[in-house]
Nanobody, 126 residues
Framework: QVQLVESGGGLAQTGGSLRLSCAASGSTFANYAMGWFRQAPGKDREFVAAISRTGDSPYYSDSVKGRFTISRDAPKNTVYLQMNSLKPEDTAVYYC???????????????????WGQGTQVTVSS
């Protein structure tokens, strides 16, 4: 079992930045690839970014590539999402998720992740 707690959401202006954090506990952090997803009102939850267990392979959706950076800090059991050049369409609830090593499908697929945080709201004003 992995418990995930997100933080760092809030209000930003267009072009601004925010950094989300996701603290993991309850199991060996290094056993999981980590992902960030988001869900805007009335829309499906969508993939944003993911990072491998070792941290050397990040993946991004086309909509955030070049603006967002995912990273992980093993000693702190934490994964981050640095969000720059924010746009109003980035407004959503952001969720982090943990993908166990037993799963081998695409990092962008929701069902690859067994554990989810409660989400943190990000609002970008125009």
């Amino acid at each position: 079992q992995v418990q995930l707690v997100e933080s760092g959401g809030g209000l930003a202006q267009t072009g601004g930045s925010l950094r989300l954090s996701c603290a993991a506990s309850g199991s060996t952090f290094a056993n999981y690839a980590m992902g960030w997803f988001r869900q805007a009102p009335g829309k499906d939850r969508e993939f944003v970014a993911a990072i491998s267990r070792t941290g050397d392979s990040p993946y991004y959706s086309d909509s955030v590539k070049g603006r967002f950076t995912i990273s992980r800090d093993a000693p702190k059991n934490t994964v981050y999402l640095q969000m720059n050049s924010l746009k109003p369409e980035d407004t959503a609830v952001y969720y982090c998720a943990a993908r166990p090593t037993t799963h081998s499908g695409s990092y962008s697929r929701l069902h690859e992740y067994d554990y989810w945080g409660q989400g943190t709201q990000v609002t970008v004003s125009s």
